[in-house]
């Protein structure tokens, strides 16, 4: 939507998959200087903090998609401003001490739950499908596994993606049996 998206990460590899889809990468401390909007979506304590709420210009709005209202600091910006006003509902404008406002959305808290009207269905109904599927998969495959963290075996999520392409009538392709057997395989190509 021609926005200039500024990714900051604590993760190499995420990292160099944001540079390499196209988007520049930097600390938090450098983006916190040129940003007009800022999203938290790290499920991590404290991302934006006093240190970073100091070089923000003014106008800036900041919103947290990630967990709970922790992703902010929100001591910390009470703490440096000098007063907090709410222009509307479910914004929180916090004025420093040299004037520059800051606008935190939603309390702080997930914006899409808090100030909206949450998950959309589309995304809902494949995160329940794939729950369910993961859940009877347990149940059947419990004895063979041991106590520890699993990803979702890679067939319900693809199955999971082909029953929602089917129900918003789009269809894909099908690799051929021979691209099966090429892909499956190291016998041809370089």
Same mark, same amino acid.
């Given at each position: 939507?021609?926005?200039? @998206?500024?990714?900051? $990460?604590?993760?190499?590899?995420?990292? /160099?998959?944001?540079?390499? %889809? +196209?988007?520049? =990468?930097?600390?938090?401390?450098?983006?916190?200087?040129?940003?007009?909007?800022?999203?938290?979506?790290?499920?991590?304590?404290?991302?934006?903090?006093?240190?970073?709420?100091?070089?923000?210009?003014?106008?800036?709005?900041?919103?947290?998609?990630?967990?709970?209202?922790?992703?902010?600091?929100?001591?910390?910006?009470?703490?440096?401003?000098?007063?907090?006003?709410?222009?509307?509902?479910? @914004?929180?404008?916090? $004025?420093?001490?040299?004037?520059?406002? /800051?606008?935190?959305?939603? %309390? +702080?808290?997930? =914006?899409?739950?808090?100030?909206?009207?949450?998950?959309?269905?589309?995304?809902?109904?494949?995160?329940?499908?794939?729950?369910?599927?993961?859940?009877?998969?347990?149940?059947?495959?419990?004895?063979?596994?041991?106590?520890?963290?699993?990803?979702?075996?890679?067939?319900?999520?693809?199955?999971?993606?082909?029953?929602?392409?089917?129900?918003?009538?789009?269809?894909?392709?099908?690799?051929?049996?021979?691209?099966?057997?090429?892909?499956?395989?190291?016998?041809?190509?370089?």
């Amino acid at each position: 939507m021609g926005a200039h @998206v500024v990714v900051t $990460e604590v993760d190499p590899r995420k990292a /160099i998959e944001a540079v390499m %889809d +196209g988007y520049r =990468v930097m600390p938090i401390s450098d983006a916190a200087k040129i940003g007009d909007i800022f999203v938290t979506v790290t499920g991590n304590y404290h991302v934006i903090r006093e240190e970073h709420f100091k070089l923000m210009k003014d106008g800036v709005i900041v919103a947290n998609s990630g967990h709970f209202n922790d992703e902010l600091d929100l001591e910390a910006i009470q703490r440096i401003a000098r007063s907090k006003s709410e222009p509307r509902s479910f @914004v929180e404008q916090y $004025e420093l001490h040299d004037g520059r406002k /800051i606008c935190i959305l939603a %309390d +702080g808290r997930l =914006v899409n739950l808090a100030a909206a009207e949450g998950h959309p269905a589309a995304v809902m109904d494949m995160s329940f499908a794939n729950q369910a599927l993961s859940t009877v998969y347990l149940a059947k495959h419990h004895e063979e596994m041991e106590k520890r963290v699993y990803d979702v075996p890679i067939e319900i999520d693809e199955e999971v993606a082909r029953l929602k392409l089917s129900s918003m009538g789009v269809e894909i392709d099908t690799l051929t049996p021979e691209q099966v057997k090429y892909m499956a395989s190291w016998s041809e190509g370089t």
